[in-house]
Nanobody, 122 residues
Framework: QVQLVESGGGLAQAGGSLRLDCAASGSIRSINDMGWYRQAPGNQRVLVATISSGGDTNYGDSVKGRFTISRDNAANTVSLQMNSLKSEDTAVYYC????????????????WGQGTQVTVSS
């Protein structure tokens, strides 16, 4: 009923920048929290940043001051601007959105994107 499509990512040099976007489509009534998570090989998926429907943001300690999360409620899109990239930012990045659908308006459900690779070369 709901699909998340991620775009952006790819290869960057250390110190460079990349931008990720994630657009939701389908039977959407409203979207609460949106966020980005990442998973490096051999590691668990961890929080990168989240943003509430009211615009409150939360960042993982390792990205504070370098990454900026934003959202466009009209377009059901969440973005992640990544600056001053480091080799340790290399991971698969996953978009997450908590969606209230038109067919199950009494509950929110967590949806995930397919993941996009970010590789930072030193």
């Amino acid at each position: 009923q709901v699909q998340l499509v991620e775009s952006g990512g790819g290869l960057a040099q250390a110190g460079g920048s990349l931008r990720l976007d994630c657009a939701a489509s389908g039977s959407i009534r409203s979207i609460n929290d949106m966020g980005w998570y990442r998973q490096a090989p051999g590691n668990q998926r961890v929080l990168v940043a989240t943003i509430s429907s009211g615009g409150d943001t939360n960042y993982g300690d390792s990205v504070k001051g370098r990454f900026t999360i934003s959202r466009d409620n009209a377009a059901n899109t969440v973005s992640l601007q990544m600056n001053s990239l480091k080799s340790e930012d290399t991971a698969v990045y996953y978009c997450n959105q908590e969606v209230v659908t038109t067919t199950a308006w009494w509950m929110r459900k967590s949806y995930w994107g397919q993941g996009t690779q970010v590789t930072v070369s030193s």
